[in-house]
Structures are given as C-alpha cells and as structure tokens.
C-alpha cells in the first residue's frame, strides 16, 4: 500500500507543482488514514487499496470528529484521501474510486501560476553545448512548452509518437483518451537534432528502446528524474518562484489564450475533460487584462 501512496506524492510534486509543505500535509494525512485503517479489527481491515470501501472512509470521518477535529480540518483530510483514491483510478490501479459517492470538501482553488514569456525565453536557452543531455534538455523543455503536455504524457512519449514531417505529437492522456498536438517550427527542429545527435548518445546498448527521451542510463525517463533537470535550469537562469514542470503547462495555456486561442480550442490541447477545468486560466489572462489597463489608460 506504501508504493502506490509514494508514487501519489511524487505525482503531486512533479506533475501538480504543489510545495513541499503541501506535500508533506498529504504526507501526513494519508499516513493518518493507513493508521485509522491498521487499527481495524482484522475482520474488517483492507488488505490492500482495492478493498477500501466508502463505509471505511465514513469510519474515518466519524472518528475525527468524535476526536473534535475542527470541520475545516476533516475537510482537508477527506479531500487527500479523496484525491489519492481518484490518482488511483487514473493511473490504472483501481477501477473505482469509493470516495466517489462522499460528499466533496470544499477547498480552496487556487489559480495556476504561470511565468512571463521572457523567463521561458530565458528557461528554453538555458540547455548550453552540444553534450546529448544537453540536446535532450532543449528539446524536452520545448516540447513541454510548445505542447501543455502533461509530465507523466511527456515521459510517455515514443520517439514513434512524433512526426516530424507532420509537425505533431501523439499522446495517450488520461482516461486513454488520445490526441493530437501541433509543435511550432522550432520546436521540431530541437527534437530533430535530439533524435539525431543527442539520443544515440544515450541509448548505449538498448537500441530497442523505444522512449523518446531517456536518462543517463539509455532508459525511459522518470516523472522526478524530469523535475530534476527542470528545477537545475530554472536555478541557472535564476527565475523566481515554484517553478515546476507544470508551470510550462500553466504558461502555455495562459499565453496561448493572451495570444489570442480560443477557450475550446486551449481545452483540446490540454486534454481536459470538461472546459470548467479550462476556464480557470481565464481568470489569470482577465488579471493581466487588468494589469495592462490600470497601467495604460489615462484615467485608470
């Protein structure tokens, strides 16, 4: 059961962007609910995730509060084991999610952060020499720009999966819904020059390997393997902030829909089930509208 929750938290580093104190908070609080669930009679105890029902989550609630946890605090709680179980069903593990029929917390949403398009300028040139890492770099860092894709879609990707001629990248996003994504000029021409110079110096004696992009080692790379080399060049280049995986995806959207892409059209392309999950980065381009406003009309 340990595995599955230790991958959860990497997702929510690597792919979600979240800080290290929130992950400790999901940290401790699924630790919690393994706790309340080992403390069950072994009659009633799951064996493993897939025999976790609503009825012991519902258990857990009721213990928290006959411990006079403070409702915000439940709520919290409730939500971690919500979200774990719902990764859960996304990543293949379970079929459903029991928590599903749980009346949903209400929490706080917080707006996606996305960085200027100088410090992506910056973050894309920070991939210096001709080392096939350093190939493999600027052209990872592109297509993440150049796609919103998401980091668990990226590291999926086979050097099958993109079509140079066609200027496109195949993906299988969540829900093993595929789609198809356009990459700007440039962005083909790094990934060429990856594919042709940097990756047969990383393949070594796995030629059969069909992932795209590869460590160190000739194999697939990781989700946290990623999230390593983003995080020393966000550091080079001496951008501010969380800066993450996700915050490519988050810039992309938000510059696209600034430029001008239609809502619809950014909802494809990030592989979003319903536009609700889209429209939040309207929000953060109505902000920038503000922005521009209060700095350039006269009587603002």
Known sequence: MQEQVTAYLEYLEVERGYSQNTVSAYR???????THLESLDPATRPRGWGNVTRDHIVGYMLEMKEREYASSTVARKVAAVKSFFGYLVDEGYLRKNPANELESPKVEKH????????????????????????????????????????????VSLDVADVNL????????????????LPIYDHALVV????????????????PEEPALFLNRRGQR??????????????????????????????????????GGAGLREVQQMLGHANIST?????????????????????RA
């Open 111 to 154: 707006l996606p952060s996305a960085i200027a398009p100088d410090e992506i300028e910056r973050l894309l040139a920070a991939p210096e020499g001709d080392t096939p890492t350093a190939y493999r770099d600027r052209a990872l860092l592109e297509m993440l720009y150049a796609t919103g894709l998401r980091v668990s879609e990226l």
């Open 278 to 298: 889209t429209q939040v980065y309207t929000q953060v381009t109505n902000e920038h509208l503000r922005e521009v406003y209060d700095d350039s009309h006269p």
């Open 221 to 258: 790379l990781t989700r946290q393997g990623l999230w390593l080399i983003i995080k020393r060049y966000v550091e080079k280049v001496d951008i501010q902030g969380n800066v993450t995986p996700h915050t490519l995806r988050h810039s992309f959207a938000t510059h696209m829909l600034r």
């Open 191 to 206: 990934v060429d020059a990856y594919i042709t110079k940097g990756r047969l110096g990383l393949v070594h004696n796995n």
């Open 28 to 34: 401790n609080d699924l630790g919690q609910f393994q």
């Open 165 to 180: 001629q066609a200027g496109t990248a195949r993906c299988m996003g969540k829900g093993s819904k595929e789609r198809v």
